[in-house]
């Protein structure tokens, strides 16, 4: 058995670098607001890494307190977004797919928070989609607008 290369990634400026020795847990594309604003980007791409698996190698972001219960990740001499921080999820680090050095590498699992999407980005695959947030997950994100009966949404 050969041990598995590891994951590294950062930003744009290079002044914060991270690696990552266990495969990622779950990748998942968010087309929520906050997302949406934190990446500048139609949608986000996360992937969800052991925290205890994970390290920060040089330097580490700055982090925003977007809601009650999670923190973002950027850097603070390059505005680069490289994570998200949720208080229910305190074992993972989550992880800027687009940060990463060979982002080809993680598999993204589903798509959440799509009632938010932007009418014209459609992402062609058939993964998975919520309408809020993800069953795979525990969430306290934005409690009032979560649907636990919401199907997932179809293929389109």
Known sequence: MTAMDPFEG????G?????????PVRGVICHCPMCRKHSGAPALA?????????????GAP???????FAERGFCAKCG????????????????TVGSLDDPGR????????TKDRIPWFDVADHL???STSSSAVETKADAERIDPDAPAMPFV
């Open 10 to 13: 950062g930003c744009l400026c």
């Open 15 to 23: 002044a914060v670098r991270y690696r990552a020795t266990a495969p």
């Open 46 to 58: 996360f992937v969800h890494f052991p925290a205890g698996d994970f390290t920060w190698l040089q």
């Open 62 to 68: 700055a982090r925003y307190r977007s809601s009650e």
């Open 106 to 113: 993680v598999r993204i699992d589903d798509h959440v928070w």
């Open 128 to 130: 998975p989609r919520f």
């Open 80 to 95: 680069s977004t490289l994570s998200m921080h949720e208080e229910v999820l305190a074992g993972r680090v989550q992880i």
